[in-house]
């Protein structure tokens, strides 16, 4: 029950996982990022041929909180954190070398389903995030 709170209450603080309209994959307006970024566990941005591995079982999604497209009931543009989502399907742990964070902070750790040593606030201090197998994990970059 807690673990469930704790995920309604990440969706509920972060408008770029409840968006009203689907990504584009455009870029952000004078940046090399787009609204969404697929990634390989090596943190390069996934080609055909990733897709396609048939024995694929990691990835990576990064969500720019930057590039939402819509308003609050104000008027003003919704803003929130990039999230970097790691996915281990895998039956062995994975290390998901992380790109670089936004503005060139580092990331801290928001949920890891697999309870590792990094505990939600920590800061990631390493190129390479430790995924634990068959878990998920979301990074933010530090404040």
């Known amino acids: 029950l807690a673990f469930t709170r704790r995920l309604i209450r990440l969706r509920a603080d972060h408008p770029v996982l409840r968006r009203r309209t689907f990504f584009l994959g455009r870029g952000i307006r004078g940046e090399h990022v ?60 994975l290390a998901f070398t992380l790109p670089a964070a936004p503005a060139g902070l580092s990331w801290d750790v928001v949920l890891d389903t697999n309870g590792g040593s990094l505990v939600p606030g920590s800061r990631v201090s390493a190129a390479a995030y430790e995924l634990g197998d068959r878990s998920l994990a979301v990074l933010r970059p530090a404040p």
């Open 34 to 93: 787009t609204d969404i970024m697929w990634l390989d566990p090596d943190g390069r941005e996934m080609t055909d041929a990733a897709w396609n591995a048939p024995h694929a079982r990691a990835l990576g999604v990064m969500l720019a909180g930057d590039a939402i497209p819509e308003v609050d009931e104000r008027g003003e543009p919704i803003r929130d954190d990039t999230l970097l989502v790691l996915f281990n399907a895998g039956e062995s742990p």
